[in-house]
Nanobody, 122 residues
Framework: QVQLVESGGGLVQAGDSLRLSCAAS????????MGWFRQAPGVEREFVAT????????RYTDSMKERFTISRDSTKNTVYLQMNSLKPEDTAVYYC???????????????WGQGTQVTVSS
């Protein structure tokens, strides 16, 4: 059974940092790209970043790349999203997902986690 389990969300103040984790299990993901998405209430799910397991190739949404960093630990089958200088507009449910492609398109992701809530107060 494939599982992507996110953790690390919570309530923080503007300017704080958080590190989200996504633990992957149930299959080999070495040929997959792992992505982070987020969805705020009433808004479509949006791409944040993606990384591949083998080479560390990364891709970001331009508006987030200066504050967010995606990384992975292959030995732990875990992907991280380090978020710095958080703003109230970063409030959303953050999802981890897996795709065979390096893409921003949500429809190309085969596996999804259940999401973790991040709330940033002003």
């Amino acid at each position: 059974q494939v599982q992507l389990v996110e953790s690390g969300g919570g309530l923080v103040q503007a300017g704080d940092s958080l590190r989200l984790s996504c633990a992957a299990s149930g299959r080999t993901f070495s040929n997959y790209y792992m992505g982070w998405f987020r969805q705020a209430p009433g808004v479509e799910r949006e791409f944040v970043a993606t990384i591949n397991w083998s080479g560390g190739h990364t891709r970001y949404t331009d508006s987030m790349k200066e504050r967010f960093t995606i990384s992975r630990d292959s030995t732990k089958n875990t992907v991280y999203l380090q978020m710095n200088s958080l703003k109230p507009e970063d409030t959303a449910v953050y999802y981890c997902a897996a795709s065979r492609l390096s893409t921003t398109y949500t429809g190309a992701y085969e596996y999804w986690g259940q999401g973790t809530q991040v709330t940033v107060s002003s």
